[in-house]
């Protein structure tokens, strides 16, 4: 199995190299296995029963250069395979620079995210399982 | 040792081969599908800014599009926002933000798009049985349900994207190319 890993990451590494070459949000529910190697990066994945993963990937505009502009508010509530709340808001270049300074406007979005909500979690009645996230990369 | 091994192998194979055999009886009876031909139920959204397909596919499921490129054997699910990219200047943020809130998706013809050559910005997948995966996110392979949503965005985007899928299933989406500075 190792060996596969291994050979599914040299595969994956020819293919892509390091760098994200994308703007990646993800949330992915597993229940029973899988032998993946991501194409944005070169890390691996084996999971063997219930997994739950989220995660962002922030790409540099070219090789040694800064990470693109970014102000983005996510809003992710998962119960369970089917019970998922997936909401984001990204603004990229200029209108992230003129996002990004601006608390008002941040304190909109975050609300219009998260439906006029305080929190992240769609029903007041239903379990709390709240991820938020602000970037604000320049 | 070798008695132990060969015994996992001999259970493994008790358990995979019935498995696989089952999936394989149930694509020959279902039907397959190749991207948006076969047996497949393949339905089209639009709003002020943005395009929506909803795909069903039940038993084999071949993919060729770069997001979800790959093949299924069981029950596959997928949902692809694509961008309009209008680019209405005049709009502030709030009018936005009102504008994707009040956009409902709404039904279309299928001939009215053509969405091959567009990059969905935000997809939803569920799968269940088995993927082999040889997308724009991941190789591999994987057994079981699935379920995964993914916002993808080029770093040369510049403007403003909002996709909002709730529990209940509903999606909105909204794109910009820029804002008005308020």
Redesign the interface.
């Known amino acids: 199995m190792k060996i596969l890993l291994l050979k599914?990451g040299f595969?994956?590494l020819l293919l892509t190299g390091c760098q994200a070459?994308?703007?990646?949000?993800?949330?992915?529910?597993?229940?029973?296995?899988?032998?993946?190697?991501?194409?944005?990066t070169t890390s691996g994945?084996m999971v063997f029963g219930y997994d739950r993963d989220t995660f962002a990937l922030v790409?540099?505009?070219k090789d040694n250069e800064d990470a693109?502009s970014l102000a983005a508010i996510s809003c992710?509530?998962a119960?369970g395979?089917?019970?998922?709340?997936?909401?984001?808001?990204?603004?990229?270049?200029?209108?992230a620079i003129?996002?990004a300074q601006?608390r008002e406007?941040l304190a909109?979005?975050k609300s219009?995210?998260q439906g006029g909500s305080d929190n992240c979690s769609?029903g007041e009645t239903q379990a709390s399982n709240t991820s938020q996230k602000t970037n604000d990369t320049k | 040792m070798n008695l132990s091994n060969e015994n996992n192998n001999k259970c493994l194979a008790a358990v995979f081969i019935p498995a696989l055999l089952t999936l394989l009886l149930t694509t020959l009876v279902t039907g397959c599908a190749i991207n948006d031909k076969g047996f497949t139920q393949l339905r089209y959204f639009e709003n002020a800014t943005s395009y929506m397909t909803k795909q069903n596919t039940w038993g084999g499921f071949i993919s060729t599009h770069s997001s979800d490129r790959g093949f299924t054997l069981g029950y596959a699910e997928r949902i692809k926002v694509y961008p309009k990219m209008t680019n209405n200047a005049q709009l502030t943020l709030d009018q936005f933000l009102q504008q994707t809130d009040n956009s409902d998706f709404v039904e279309s013809s299928t001939k009215e798009m053509d969405l091959e050559n567009l990059q969905p910005f935000a997809w939803f997948e569920k799968s269940q049985g088995i993927t082999l995966h040889a997308n724009s996110l991941k190789i591999g392979l994987s057994a079981g349900v699935e379920v995964r949503n993914v916002l993808r965005l080029l770093p040369d985007f510049e403007g403003v994207f909002i996709i909002n899928r709730d529990p209940d299933g509903s999606i909105k989406a909204g794109v910009q190319g820029s804002l008005q500075q308020q």
């Open positions: 599914v595969i994956c070459t994308h703007l990646v949000y993800v949330h992915t529910t597993t229940l029973g296995l899988e032998v993946t190697a991501s194409t944005e994945r790409p540099r505009k693109m992710i509530y119960r395979l089917n019970e998922v709340q997936f909401r984001h808001f990204v603004s990229t270049g200029k209108t003129d996002i601006d406007i909109d979005i219009s995210i769609p």
